[in-house]
């Protein structure tokens, strides 16, 4: 937009912008230059800064993969230990009841509810469904008090 001036001449407001000064006295950002050299030398500074971030930010990732294939790793690990300790536990349940009228009852395991493909995670989570329920069977028939 055009803006009519005391002395007569019409501007469109970017001359006041060129006079605008950078905090030092008798210095306009308009008389400001640099040469190639500098700008170079800045680009360079910029370039090297963006490939520093880049490198720690796949470092980053690359730290996160290994620290959850770990976690997975040790999750597997407790869950054959979990497995192996449900069965003793079972044995030792079917060994001391001798009645017919207090079997164990057999869980099968829990499939996750839906028609797709089941993901990891819905895997590990039906598991561990499975392990409780065979778990409470199993105190169950020993006569203990369901847990609330």
Known sequence: ??????SGRWSSGLDKLAEVTCGFPNVNLGDITFSTET???VSGLLAALTGAIGLLFK???AS???????????????????????NNLEKAVDRFVNDETLRVVKVVPVVPEHSSVPSPMSKVLADQATLRARITAAVL????????
């Open 1 to 6: 937009m055009l803006q009519e001036e005391a």
């Open 39 to 41: 700008t170079v030398a």
């Open 59 to 61: 470092l980053l990732i």
């Open 64 to 86: 996160k993969d290994r620290h959850i294939a770990a976690t997975e790793a040790e999750r597997d690990g407790y869950k054959v230990m979990a497995d192996d300790a449900v």
């Open 141 to 148: 028939a020993l006569g203990f008090p369901a847990r609330k």
